[in-house]
C-alpha cells in the first residue's frame, strides 16, 4: 500500500472512510437505489399490492436461505435444500390427494420427512466425516430421485390417475391452501408472515442465544470449539436438522400456493437461497452468514428482478442479473474489505 | 569474529531508512543497518517492536514505504519472496503452519521450493522425491516419516521440516524468527550446531528470538528494535544490556515465592499412554505448579490429552478429588474442572473473527445465560474485570483478536479458564512466542491464581520450567520418569537429566516419534 504514508497522523481521509462506509452499508444502499429507481421509472412499482407480492415471492426462497444460513454459521453448507423443498411438496399432495388424509397430517409428515433428510445429512458429515458439500450434493440427488418414485414421476393433481388405474380421491383442503394463498387483513400473505416470524427467531438464534453464538464458534474454528467444551458434533447435526425442516416449511408453503404436487418446482430454489444467503455476507459488513443480511439478500434479487418484469426487461435476462448482484456482493465483502486493511 | 570470510568488508546487505506504516501505526521509522557474510546477527525487541516487520521486507513478503535495500553493493527491490529467494535471502517465519502445506507428505513439504519451480519436471517421480528428501534430511541429521501426511507430525516436528527446506534452499542470508519455540533444548542444540557450520561457510544469519539463553550461545551482535526504531546495537558480552533496551527498563530479578502442595487433586496411576509404553504415576495438589518437562515427542501433550478427555488411556486409573473420574470428552472434563489450554494458539484456540470478549467467555458461556439467552451487559462485565486482572492491553473487549499483539492474545487464551472455578488447570507451552515481560507476567498470574486447584504446565525450555516450577516431571517415551522438587535443582542437573540417560546419547539424530503419531 504505496499510498499509505498519509494516513499516519491524521483522522482517516475521506477516501478510507467511503470505503469503510461502502463496505458496511453498500448493498442497502444499493436496495434503496433499486428501489427509487423503479419507483420513479414505473409508479405502479410502489403499490401496497405489488411490494407484497414482491414479499411473497421472495418468501419461499427466503426460508430456504435461512437455513442454509445456519448451515453456514456451523461452517458447513447444504446443497439438499431445494430437493428436501420438492419432496415436502410431494409429500403433502400425495398425502392429501392420494391418500385422502387431512391438511395436518399432511403437515406433519411432509416436516418428518425433512427432518429425516437432515439427520442424514448429519450423520454423513458428522460420524462419517464426509465433506459437507459431498454429502448434501449425494442427499440431493437421492431425495430428488425417491419423490419420483411414489407416482411414478408424475406430478400430482387432484383428480389424477394412479399408476394402478385408479383416480385420486382426495384433495387439498381449504385449510392448508390457506398456507399458502390467504392474506392477514386481506392484504399481508400468509406466507411473508410465516417467513417474518421464521427470520426473527433465526436472527434472535445466531445473534442472541449461547446456542447460537457456539455455532459461529464452531464455523469458525471447529477444533478450537471442541477444546473449549462446545458439543461440536451435536451442533452441527443439530444445524443440518434445522436447515431440512425450514426447508421443508419453504415446501409446504409452495405446495399450498400451487394447489399440486408439481415435480419439477423446488429444485431450483437451492441456487437463489444459496446466492441469497452469499449476498447476505456483504450486509452490513458482517463477512459472515447472519440472518439479517440473508433477508436483505433475498429482498434485493426479488425487487430486482420485479421491477425488471414490470420494465418489461426480458425472462431470460433474470438470471444474468442475479449473477450480478451475487458477484458485485462478494466484491463489496471480500475484495473491498482486503483493501481496507 | 573469527572466519576469514568475514573479513570482507562489503556487507552482504545493507539497509538504510527503511520505514513502513499501517493505517495509524507506525511499524517500522528510518531503520538502518549492515549484515556481513558469516555472522549471526541477533535481532531483539518486544512484541510489536517492528521485527516481523522488517524480516518480511527483508524476505520480500512485503514492500517497504521508503528507504533502501542494497545486496551485494547493488540497490535492490523485492517484489515477491521469490525474488528475494532467487538473491539467497530466505526467511523462516514464526508461524509454523504458514511454512507447511497441508495434504502432502513430509518429503514433498522438504521438496516444496523445488516442486514449485517453473522449471521443475512436469511428472512427478515419487522415487526420485523420496530420495531427494532422505538425501536433505540425512544432510541434516533429521530423522523424518518422509512418506507420512504432513498433518501426522507435531509442531515440533514441523518446525524442523520448515528449517529443513530453507537449509535445501542453500540460502546467503538466512532469516529465522523464533526457530526455536517448538523446540526442546536438545533439539536446539542441534539446531544451533548446524548454525555453526552455517556460519562457517559464510552465510549471514538474522536470528529472532526471546530466548536469551539461545542468543549467548550464537549472537555475534545484537540488534535491538523499539517501537519501530533501532535503539541500539550490542557486542555479544553485552546481552543483558540489549535485553534492557529491548524492555527499555532493567527487568527485576523474578525468584516466585515457593508454594506449598495442599490437598491432592488429581491422581493417575499405573497410566499408560500406549499399550507397551511405561506405566507411570502422576500426583498433583492444590496451590502447587507443577511443570512437565521433556524433549520434543516425548509424549507431554498425550499425558495432558489424556487428563482432558482428547486421548483415551491404554490402561490406569484416574481419581478427581479422591473420587474415580473418567473425563470421557473435553466438554466433560471442563464440567469437572479440568481445563487445558493447548500448544497452538492459532489452530486451536483462536476463532476466526471472533471478537476478545467472545474469545474470553467462550468455555464458560452458560454463566451469563439466561434461558439461552445471552446477557450481555452481564458478559461485558465480567470481561471487563477479566482483562483488567488479567492486565491485557487492548483499546476494546469487542476488538477482534488480531488486533491484540501475541503476548495479549496468549493472556486472553490462558486467562479465560480462570474464569471458572477449575480444580487443575493445563497449560501446553504457554509462553511460546511471548516476550519476557508478557512471560513474567503470565507467570506471576499463574503463580498468583494457583490456590484452590492444581497447575500442570508443559515446557521443553529449561529456564522457563525452573522459572515457573514449584516441582518438576521429566518425561520420556510418553512416561513420567522422574521428579525433582524446584527448590534444590540445579539447571545443569535438569539439562543432565533431559538430555542423559535412558536415551542413546546426546549426539543422537533427531528422531520424529513416527510410530506414535501416525498411529494417533
Given at each position: 500500500?504505496?499510498?499509505?504514508?498519509?494516513?499516519?497522523?491524521?483522522?482517516?481521509?475521506?477516501?478510507?472512510?467511503?470505503?469503510?462506509?461502502?463496505?458496511?452499508?453498500?448493498?442497502?444502499?444499493?436496495?434503496?437505489?433499486?428501489?427509487?429507481?423503479?419507483?420513479?421509472?414505473?409508479?405502479?412499482?410502489?403499490?401496497?399490492?405489488?411490494?407484497?407480492?414482491?414479499?411473497?415471492?421472495?418468501?419461499?426462497?427466503?426460508?430456504?436461505?435461512?437455513?442454509?444460513?445456519?448451515?453456514?454459521?456451523?461452517?458447513?453448507?447444504?446443497?439438499?435444500?431445494?430437493?428436501?423443498?420438492?419432496?415436502?411438496?410431494?409429500?403433502?399432495?400425495?398425502?392429501?390427494?392420494?391418500?385422502?388424509?387431512?391438511?395436518?397430517?399432511?403437515?406433519?409428515?411432509?416436516?418428518?420427512?425433512?427432518?429425516?433428510?437432515?439427520?442424514?445429512?448429519?450423520?454423513?458429515?458428522?460420524?462419517?466425516?464426509?465433506?459437507?458439500?459431498?454429502?448434501?450434493?449425494?442427499?440431493?440427488?437421492?431425495?430428488?430421485?425417491?419423490?419420483?418414485?411414489?407416482?411414478?414421476?408424475?406430478?400430482?393433481?387432484?383428480?389424477?390417475?394412479?399408476?394402478?388405474?385408479?383416480?385420486?380421491?382426495?384433495?387439498?383442503?381449504?385449510?392448508?391452501?390457506?398456507?399458502?394463498?390467504?392474506?392477514?387483513?386481506?392484504?399481508?400473505?400468509?406466507?411473508?408472515?410465516?417467513?417474518?416470524?421464521?427470520?426473527?427467531?433465526?436472527?434472535?438464534?445466531?445473534?442472541?442465544?449461547?446456542?447460537?453464538?457456539?455455532?459461529?464458534?464452531?464455523?469458525?474454528?471447529?477444533?478450537?470449539?471442541?477444546?473449549?467444551?462446545?458439543?461440536?458434533?451435536?451442533?452441527?447435526?443439530?444445524?443440518?436438522?434445522?436447515?431440512?425442516?425450514?426447508?421443508?416449511?419453504?415446501?409446504?408453503?409452495?405446495?399450498?400456493?400451487?394447489?399440486?404436487?408439481?415435480?419439477?418446482?423446488?429444485?431450483?430454489?437451492?441456487?437463489?437461497?444459496?446466492?441469497?444467503?452469499?449476498?447476505?455476507?456483504?450486509?452490513?459488513?458482517?463477512?459472515?452468514?447472519?440472518?439479517?443480511?440473508?433477508?436483505?439478500?433475498?429482498?434485493?434479487?426479488?425487487?430486482?428482478?420485479?421491477?425488471?418484469?414490470?420494465?418489461?426487461?426480458?425472462?431470460?435476462?433474470?438470471?444474468?442479473?442475479?449473477?450480478?448482484?451475487?458477484?458485485?456482493?462478494?466484491?463489496?465483502?471480500?475484495?473491498?474489505?482486503?483493501?481496507?486493511? | 569474529?573469527?572466519?576469514?570470510?568475514?573479513?570482507?568488508?562489503?556487507?552482504?546487505?545493507?539497509?538504510?531508512?527503511?520505514?513502513?506504516?499501517?493505517?495509524?501505526?507506525?511499524?517500522?521509522?528510518?531503520?538502518?543497518?549492515?549484515?556481513?557474510?558469516?555472522?549471526?546477527?541477533?535481532?531483539?525487541?518486544?512484541?510489536?517492536?517492528?521485527?516481523?516487520?522488517?524480516?518480511?521486507?527483508?524476505?520480500?513478503?512485503?514492500?517497504?514505504?521508503?528507504?533502501?535495500?542494497?545486496?551485494?553493493?547493488?540497490?535492490?527491490?523485492?517484489?515477491?519472496?521469490?525474488?528475494?529467494?532467487?538473491?539467497?535471502?530466505?526467511?523462516?517465519?514464526?508461524?509454523?503452519?504458514?511454512?507447511?502445506?497441508?495434504?502432502?507428505?513430509?518429503?514433498?513439504?522438504?521438496?516444496?521450493?523445488?516442486?514449485?519451480?517453473?522449471?521443475?519436471?512436469?511428472?512427478?517421480?515419487?522415487?526420485?522425491?523420496?530420495?531427494?528428501?532422505?538425501?536433505?534430511?540425512?544432510?541434516?541429521?533429521?530423522?523424518?516419516?518422509?512418506?507420512?501426511?504432513?498433518?501426522?507430525?507435531?509442531?515440533?516436528?514441523?518446525?524442523?521440516?520448515?528449517?529443513?527446506?530453507?537449509?535445501?534452499?542453500?540460502?546467503?542470508?538466512?532469516?529465522?524468527?523464533?526457530?526455536?519455540?517448538?523446540?526442546?533444548?536438545?533439539?536446539?542444540?542441534?539446531?544451533?550446531?548446524?548454525?555453526?557450520?552455517?556460519?562457517?561457510?559464510?552465510?549471514?544469519?538474522?536470528?529472532?528470538?526471546?530466548?536469551?539463553?539461545?542468543?549467548?550461545?550464537?549472537?555475534?551482535?545484537?540488534?535491538?528494535?523499539?517501537?519501530?526504531?533501532?535503539?541500539?546495537?550490542?557486542?555479544?558480552?553485552?546481552?543483558?544490556?540489549?535485553?534492557?533496551?529491548?524492555?527499555?527498563?532493567?527487568?527485576?530479578?523474578?525468584?516466585?515465592?515457593?508454594?506449598?502442595?495442599?490437598?491432592?487433586?488429581?491422581?493417575?496411576?499405573?497410566?499408560?499412554?500406549?499399550?507397551?509404553?511405561?506405566?507411570?504415576?502422576?500426583?498433583?495438589?492444590?496451590?502447587?505448579?507443577?511443570?512437565?518437562?521433556?524433549?520434543?515427542?516425548?509424549?507431554?501433550?498425550?499425558?495432558?490429552?489424556?487428563?482432558?478427555?482428547?486421548?483415551?488411556?491404554?490402561?490406569?486409573?484416574?481419581?478427581?478429588?479422591?473420587?474415580?473420574?473418567?473425563?470421557?470428552?473435553?466438554?466433560?472434563?471442563?464440567?469437572?474442572?479440568?481445563?487445558?489450554?493447548?500448544?497452538?494458539?492459532?489452530?486451536?484456540?483462536?476463532?476466526?473473527?471472533?471478537s476478545l470478549r467472545r474469545t474470553l467467555t467462550?468455555?464458560?458461556?452458560?454463566?451469563?445465560?439466561?434461558?439461552?439467552?445471552?446477557?450481555?451487559?452481564?458478559e461485558a462485565a465480567a470481561v471487563q474485570a477479566q482483562v483488567a486482572?488479567?492486565?491485557v492491553?487492548t483499546a476494546g473487549i469487542d476488538l477482534?483478536?488480531?488486533?491484540?499483539?501475541?503476548?495479549?492474545?496468549?493472556?486472553v487464551?490462558?486467562?479465560?479458564?480462570?474464569?471458572?472455578?477449575?480444580?487443575?488447570?493445563?497449560?501446553?507451552?504457554?509462553?511460546?512466542?511471548?516476550?519476557?515481560?508478557?512471560?513474567?507476567?503470565?507467570?506471576?498470574?499463574?503463580?498468583?491464581?494457583?490456590?484452590?486447584?492444581?497447575?500442570?504446565?508443559?515446557?521443553?525450555?529449561?529456564?522457563?520450567?525452573?522459572?515457573?516450577?514449584?516441582?518438576?516431571?521429566?518425561?520420556?517415551?510418553?512416561?513420567?520418569?522422574?521428579?525433582?522438587?524446584?527448590?534444590?535443582?540445579?539447571?545443569?542437573?535438569?539439562?543432565?537429566?533431559?538430555?542423559?540417560?535412558?536415551?542413546?546419547?546426546?549426539?543422537?539424530?533427531?528422531?520424529?516419534?513416527?510410530?506414535?503419531?501416525?498411529?494417533?
Amino acid at each position: 500500500m504505496p499510498d499509505s504514508r498519509s494516513r499516519v497522523l491524521s483522522a482517516p481521509p475521506v477516501t478510507e472512510r467511503l470505503l469503510q462506509a461502502a463496505i458496511r452499508y453498500g448493498l442497502l444502499w444499493l436496495l434503496a437505489l433499486i428501489l427509487l429507481f423503479f419507483s420513479v421509472a414505473e409508479p405502479a412499482f410502489l403499490r401496497v399490492g405489488n411490494l407484497f407480492s414482491i414479499l411473497q415471492s421472495v418468501s419461499i426462497v427466503a426460508l430456504l436461505a435461512l437455513g442454509v444460513t445456519l448451515t453456514m454459521a456451523v461452517g458447513g453448507l447444504d446443497l439438499s435444500i431445494g430437493a428436501v423443498a420438492a419432496m415436502s411438496l410431494m409429500i403433502a399432495s400425495y398425502v392429501m390427494v392420494v391418500l385422502g388424509w387431512g391438511a395436518l397430517p399432511a403437515v406433519l409428515i411432509s416436516l418428518a420427512g425433512g427432518a429425516l433428510v437432515g439427520l442424514l445429512n448429519g450423520w454423513l458429515i458428522v460420524k462419517l466425516r464426509v465433506p459437507d458439500i459431498l454429502a448434501t450434493l449425494g442427499s440431493m440427488f437421492l431425495v430428488i430421485g425417491v419423490q419420483l418414485i411414489p407416482t411414478g414421476g408424475r406430478s400430482i393433481a387432484v383428480g389424477m390417475t394412479l399408476p394402478n388405474g385408479d383416480e385420486a380421491e382426495g384433495s387439498f383442503s381449504a385449510l392448508f391452501l390457506a398456507l399458502g394463498r390467504g392474506r392477514l387483513w386481506d392484504t399481508v400473505p400468509v406466507p411473508v408472515l410465516i417467513t417474518a416470524l421464521v427470520a426473527l427467531v433465526v436472527w434472535l438464534f445466531l445473534e442472541r442465544t449461547r446456542i447460537g453464538r457456539l455455532f459461529y464458534a464452531i464455523g469458525g474454528n471447529e477444533q478450537a470449539a471442541r477444546l473449549a467444551g462446545a458439543p461440536v458434533q451435536r451442533f452441527k447435526l443439530l444445524a443440518y436438522v434445522l436447515s431440512a425442516l425450514l426447508a421443508s416449511l419453504g415446501g409446504l408453503l409452495l405446495a399450498a400456493r400451487l394447489g399440486r404436487g408439481d415435480v419439477s418446482s423446488g429444485n431450483g430454489l437451492v441456487l437463489d437461497a444459496l446466492g441469497a444467503a452469499l449476498i447476505g455476507f456483504a450486509v452490513l459488513g458482517a463477512r459472515k452468514p447472519n440472518a439479517f443480511g440473508t433477508l436483505v439478500g433475498a429482498l434485493l434479487v426479488a425487487t430486482l428482478l420485479n421491477g425488471l418484469t414490470m420494465l418489461n426487461a426480458p425472462y431470460y435476462a433474470q438470471d444474468f442479473v442475479k449473477g450480478l448482484v451475487l458477484v458485485l456482493a462478494l466484491m463489496f465483502t471480500f475484495g473491498l474489505a482486503h483493501r481496507a486493511r | 569474529m573469527s572466519a576469514p570470510v568475514a573479513v570482507a568488508p562489503e556487507p552482504l546487505i545493507r539497509v538504510r531508512e527503511l520505514s513502513k506504516t499501517f493505517g495509524a501505526n507506525r511499524a517500522l521509522d528510518r531503520v538502518s543497518l549492515d549484515i556481513f557474510p558469516g555472522e549471526v546477527v541477533a535481532l531483539l525487541g518486544a512484541n510489536g517492536a517492528g521485527k516481523s516487520t522488517l524480516v518480511k521486507i527483508l524476505a520480500g513478503s512485503q514492500a517497504a514505504d521508503t528507504g533502501e535495500l542494497w545486496l551485494d553493493g547493488q540497490p535492490r527491490r523485492f517484489s515477491s519472496p521469490l525474488s528475494a529467494r532467487r538473491l539467497g535471502i530466505v526467511a523462516v517465519h514464526q508461524q509454523v503452519n504458514d511454512g507447511i502445506a497441508p495434504g502432502l507428505s513430509v518429503a514433498e513439504n522438504l521438496l516444496l521450493d523445488e516442486l514449485c519451480q517453473p522449471g521443475a519436471d512436469f511428472w512427478l517421480n515419487r522415487r526420485r522425491l523420496l530420495e531427494r528428501a532422505a538425501s536433505i534430511a540425512a544432510g541434516l541429521g533429521l530423522e523424518l516419516p518422509l512418506e507420512h501426511p504432513i498433518e501426522h507430525l507435531g509442531q515440533a516436528e514441523r518446525q524442523l521440516v520448515v528449517l529443513a527446506r530453507a537449509l535445501a534452499l542453500q540460502p546467503r542470508l538466512l532469516i529465522l524468527d523464533e526457530p526455536t519455540a517448538a523446540l526442546s533444548d536438545v533439539e536446539a542444540q542441534r539446531l544451533f550446531g548446524l548454525i555453526d557450520t552455517l556460519r562457517g561457510r559464510g552465510v549471514a544469519i538474522l536470528y529472532i528470538s526471546h530466548r536469551l539463553s539461545d542468543l549467548q550461545r550464537l549472537a555475534d551482535r545484537a540488534l535491538v528494535l523499539r517501537d519501530g526504531q533501532l535503539a541500539g546495537e550490542f557486542g555479544a558480552g553485552h546481552l543483558s544490556a540489549a535485553v534492557e533496551a529491548m524492555l527499555g527498563q532493567a527487568l527485576d530479578t523474578h525468584v516466585y515465592q515457593p508454594r506449598a502442595a495442599g490437598r491432592e487433586v488429581l491422581a493417575l496411576r499405573a497410566a499408560q499412554v500406549w499399550p507397551h509404553s511405561q506405566a507411570f504415576d502422576l500426583h498433583l495438589h492444590e496451590g502447587e505448579v507443577v511443570v512437565l518437562c521433556g524433549l520434543l515427542g516425548a509424549g507431554k501433550t498425550e499425558i495432558a490429552e489424556l487428563l482432558f478427555g482428547l486421548r483415551e488411556a491404554a490402561a490406569g486409573t484416574v481419581q478427581l478429588d479422591a473420587v474415580d473420574w473418567q473425563p470421557g470428552s473435553p466438554r466433560r472434563a471442563i464440567a469437572s474442572g479440568v481445563y487445558y489450554a493447548a500448544e497452538d494458539r492459532a489452530s486451536q484456540s483462536l476463532i476466526a473473527d471472533f471478537s476478545l470478549r467472545r474469545t474470553l467467555t467462550l468455555p464458560f458461556l452458560e454463566r451469563f445465560t439466561r434461558a439461552g439467552f445471552i446477557r450481555n451487559r452481564a458478559e461485558a462485565a465480567a470481561v471487563q474485570a477479566q482483562v483488567a486482572a488479567l492486565g491485557v492491553k487492548t483499546a476494546g473487549i469487542d476488538l477482534p483478536m488480531s488486533a491484540l499483539s501475541g503476548g495479549n492474545q496468549q493472556k486472553v487464551v490462558l486467562g479465560r479458564w480462570l474464569l471458572g472455578q477449575g480444580r487443575v488447570l493445563i497449560l501446553d507451552e504457554p509462553f511460546q512466542g511471548v516476550d519476557v515481560r508478557a512471560r513474567r507476567e503470565i507467570g506471576q498470574l499463574l503463580r498468583d491464581s494457583a490456590d484452590g486447584r492444581a497447575t500442570l504446565v508443559i515446557c521443553a525450555d529449561v529456564d522457563e520450567a525452573l522459572e515457573i516450577a514449584d516441582r518438576i516431571l521429566l518425561v520420556r517415551d510418553h512416561a513420567v520418569v522422574a521428579q525433582y522438587p524446584r527448590a534444590d535443582l540445579a539447571r545443569a542437573t535438569l539439562v543432565a537429566a533431559l538430555a542423559g540417560a535412558g536415551a542413546p546419547s546426546t549426539v543422537a539424530p533427531i528422531a520424529a516419534p513416527s510410530r506414535s503419531r501416525a498411529s494417533a
